[in-house]
Nanobody, 124 residues
């Protein structure tokens, strides 16, 4: 089993920045892609960003491209999401997820480990 714990969420104003972290523990050996998803109230969970094991492959949702940056530090078993120029529509619960493979998928069904989520609130 793998446990994922997100942190770094909070209340910010539009235009501010936040950095989310996701620490993995347990059976973390093996090569796996890591991703961030988010879910706003009344909406379905959606893909935000994904990074491959090496960090060389990264994909972003169009809505965050150019503002968010995903990265990982495999020595710390941690993945990050740097969020700049935040907008009210970025407000959501952000979830970290670990895939069972190194395929940098945008589909939540390809991820078998999930964190409990961290709340991001953006005031206008």
């Amino acid at each position: 089993q793998v446990q994922l714990v997100e942190s770094g969420g909070g209340l910010v104003q539009a235009g501010d920045s936040l950095r989310l972290s996701c620490a993995a523990s347990g059976r973390t050996s093996g090569i796996a892609a890591m991703a961030w998803f988010r879910q706003a109230p009344g909406k379905e969970r959606e893909f935000v960003a994904v990074v491959s094991w090496s960090g060389n492959i990264k994909y972003y949702a169009d809505s965050v491209k150019g503002r968010f940056t995903i990265s990982r530090d495999n020595t710390k078993n941690t993945v990050y999401l740097q969020m700049n120029s935040l907008k009210p529509e970025d407000a959501a619960i952000y979830y970290c997820a670990r895939s069972s493979s190194n395929n940098p998928s945008k589909r939540q069904y390809d991820y078998n480990y999930w964190g409990q989520g961290t709340q991001v609130t953006v005031s206008s």
